[in-house]
């Protein structure tokens, strides 16, 4: 329900923006009554006329639109009815303002001395009713749009928890064999990565729950998930993570970053014989925050789109969803090669998208 305050706010919010369109239709309507209609001689004391005329039926339809309405779409026969009292209501009104601003006597304006005093108030009630309708519709789109970003964002949540409650089983599984060979051949290392699988199991639990987190916390995920791997493949894996102290409380959306260092474990490093290293780095760039993920590995398939719409690589086209979503279009994820091995996936967010983005 639409409070008295919430619908001054709305009117206060709504008349500016109305304002230029409804300058553009009355300039409209003083041409055509001073070129069509032929009505009056000056086309500057009709475009007065149609200033004052339309300003008026602007703020009484518009403003007892929202005022009886609020937000909520009009009643049409409540609304038919606003505007066969308020149009009439709005041209005498209008035609007083007019006369005073001119210096003319009010009784100019009387029935008995405008030849065609009839067409203009059918040009004026012609002109409230496209006004209104633009308006109406205006609203309507605006609505529609509005609802459309909350679908969108409830879409993105619902991905987001879907993110946060997959544990990559790929690494699951393997961590889990690797843990039952070494659990009788070397016990301790066996206990390390067990020790190290809770903390990882244990940060992720604590991201699941929250719909929101910090650089900091995402490169708690990331070291925890880096060091179980690098336990897992021994010497094959060295890693950096590097986040400056100014950045650590900056918020983000979760399970941005996660994806990206296990696609580069997965595809780029764990394949590769000797394996290599993986350093994640965050700056801030001419007003942007750049997360970057460098790995040595494999490197890219040069026969692949890895910057297009693919949907062979659902995980990138997911993050970039969520990113366009979540910040606009000029969040991207672009990947590409490392040198002089190995690939860069690199994500670039607005620094003014993360002081309004939805999990602020």
């Keep these: 329900m639409t409070t008295n305050a919430s619908r001054l706010r709305l009117i206060a919010l709504d008349l500016p923006r109305s304002l230029v369109p409804t300058l553009i239709i009355n300039l409209l309507c003083a041409v055509v009554v001073t070129y069509l209609m032929r009505i009056g001689s000056d086309f500057t004391e009709n475009l007065v006329f149609a200033m004052c005329i339309g300003t008026t039926a602007m ?30 209501l709005s041209f005498f009104i209008g035609n007083l303002i007019a006369t005073y601003l001119l ?9 008995s001395q405008t030849n065609n005093i009839i067409g203009v108030i059918v040009l004026t009630l012609l002109a409230c009713v496209g006004g209104t309708l633009f308006y109406w519709n205006r609203e309507k789109m605006a609505a529609l749009e509005a609802r459309n970003v909350v679908i969108e964002k409830q879409a993105v949540q619902a991905q987001l928890q879907m993110l946060q409650a997959q544990i990559e089983p790929h690494m699951l599984f393997n961590t ?18 067990l020790d190290q699988l809770i903390h990882y199991l244990r940060a992720t639990l604590s991201t699941s ?6 650089l900091e916390q995402e490169f708690e995920l990331t070291k925890a998930y880096l060091g179980l791997m690098s336990l897992r493949m021994g010497l094959r894996l060295t890693y950096s993570l590097q986040l400056p102290d100014e950045l650590r409380r900056i ?10 260092v296990e696609n580069a474990i997965r595809h780029g490093l764990e394949p590769k014989v000797e394996g290599g290293d993986c350093t994640v780095r965050v700056i801030l760039h ?11 590995g494999m490197g890219l398939n040069t026969s692949a789109s890895y910057n297009r719409p693919d949907s062979s690589h ?6 970039r969803a969520r990113l366009d979503a979540l910040y606009g279009p000029l969040a991207e994820l672009t990947l590409t090669h490392n040198i002089p091995e190995g690939t860069v996936a690199q994500i670039t967010i607005p620094m003014d998208a993360l002081d309004t983005h939805l999990y602020k």
């Design 59 to 88: 703020l009484l339809i518009n403003g007892g639109r929202i005022i009886v309405w609020g937000k909520d779409e009009p009643r049409k026969g409540g609304f038919l009815l606003m505007l066969a009292l308020l149009a009439p």
């Design 103 to 111: 210096g003319r006597p009010a009784e100019v304006l009387t029935l």
């Design 176 to 193: 889990l064999a690797t843990l039952q060979t070494l659990i009788s051949s070397e016990p301790l290392r066996a206990q390390q990565m």
């Design 209 to 214: 729950r929250s719909d929101q987190t910090t």
């Design 251 to 260: 918020r983000i959306a979760p399970m941005l970053l996660q994806p990206l």
């Design 286 to 296: 001419q007003g942007l925050l750049v997360i970057s993920v460098f790995d040595t």
């Design 314 to 319: 659902l995980g990138l086209e997911n993050i």
